[in-house]
């Protein structure tokens, strides 16, 4: 799963970076050689691909490119008419460079290096799940530790939750818990809404799968095919677990959580482009005010706009994603578990494409993109630990950083009675595990967000951002060298001021402040 943000995220408001990605800067490009015809032979042997195709919203242009889609062999499996993105499927192997000289389309690419099979998150490490009788000790422990003044009443496993603490999450629920009039719809592996931290909360009318790059709304649809999928189960427990005298606490307990499914329901978990884009539309056709996307797009880590696939897959993720932000979604998305100093002059990528072999590149981060953390509009997250230092991890970058939120990092080591420093949260079939990553500080900040939706009803997601940036704690670069491991190596240097900078951007969101 090395997609997947706890595996795996520009200013929103400010119309410079809107028009350097609006459409993301791939387009235009250098026109496609002439396409050499395909023999009878090829197109027998060649194997199934996946395909977005970006043109107008003109619905004349659009049936034009749908003819030429098929008259290229290939067949359309979704038309997003509201955004101009045709998923196809071919098996042409002359499909794409066909296409991308049809008249009135922008760009075209597969979406994916591996063939269609008969059917990429953001953490670092394995889930440690909690035992039974691990369960019972710390609820236990939770029993005599102390309430924080001002707080509501624990649960049985939140005096494990140091990230709360952190943020004053559970002073905030004191106040205001949030509205049930807010969703934050979970783009991710699929969401257990059967456990019993979720059930009180979960969105079925706001939920679906969209693996297939059309959403298909069948009950339980959302759900992950098996235990193993349980990233997005996590992602929503941080979210909007019930404060209902069971298990964990959500940053936001009273709001809504919904499931979009975009992984893949093979071991890998792949996140691809089709998926992405049905998820982002279908959040924003479903009365969405929150997305969650802890992951980047599959297969390649960065997205390069002088690589044809991979400006289109950039370029189909981008309109979606902008669309849900028109309809008034806020889109919070993980920066990646790197390290990478995101305003590096060069950046060696050595894990794309992730879906067959990996070839190692050397990328320019201003031209390739992580999608989708760096496409405009969207809160890119970093993540920190119990001493509010950046994650070891945690990509950074000084003006790409929006905010930072706990992540996990167990080199920072909480005193809580399982001394934990990752994340503890919710797990497929009613479990409980830690995971650590920018994938768990991404619903952190989601969370916040749904608690100013909750405040500021009519807050547009570009005011959403402008708030959690206004009152989040900035820590400032660390005075001493960043050597989280203290093997005597400084692993990442920090840029910027106390203001803004690159380990945090504007700082770590505050959740009490949300609902004051």
Known sequence: MAHLRSRRRLALAVPVALSL????????SAASAAPRAASAAEAQDAPT?????????????????QRSITAAGGTVVMTYDQIGVIVARSANPDFASTIRNTPGVDSAGATRT???????????????????????????????AKQTKGSVPL?????????????GADKAAAINPGSAKVTVAVIDTGVDDTHPNLAPNFSAAQSANCVSGKADTTYGSWRPVDADHYHGTHVAGEIAAARNGTGVAGVAPGVRVSGITVAQPDADQWFYAES???AFVFAADHDVQ???????????KYNCRDEADQKAIA??????QLYAQRKGTLNVASAGNSNHDLIAP????????????PVSRTIDPKKCLDAPAQLPGVVTVAATGVQDLKSYYSNYGDGVIDVAAPGGDKYQIPDTPSRDGRILSTMPNGKYAYLQGTSMASPHVAGVAALLKSTHPNATPAQLLSLLKAQADNPGCPVEPYDPDGNGVVDSFCKGNKNRNGFYGSGVVNALRAVK
């Open 21 to 28: 990605t609006a459409s993301l800067g791939f387009l235009p």
């Open 49 to 65: 691909m996946s395909y977005v195709v970006n043109t107008t919203t003109n619905r004349h242009t659009i049936a034009r490119v």
């Open 114 to 144: 591996a063939p269609l099979t008969a059917s990429g998150t953001t953490d670092v490490g394995a889930a440690q799940y909690l035992s039974k009788d691990e369960v019972a000790q710390l609820t236990k422990a939770a029993k005599t």
């Open 155 to 167: 649960e049985p496993l939140e005096a494990n939750q140091w990230d709360l603490r952190a943020i």
């Open 276 to 278: 992405v884009v049905c």
């Open 290 to 300: 929150i997305t969650n996307n802890s992951y980047y797009v599959d297969p390649w």
């Open 315 to 320: 370029d189909a993720v981008n309109r979606a």
């Open 346 to 357: 060069s950046i060696v990528d050595a894990s794309s494409p992730n879906d067959t072999t």
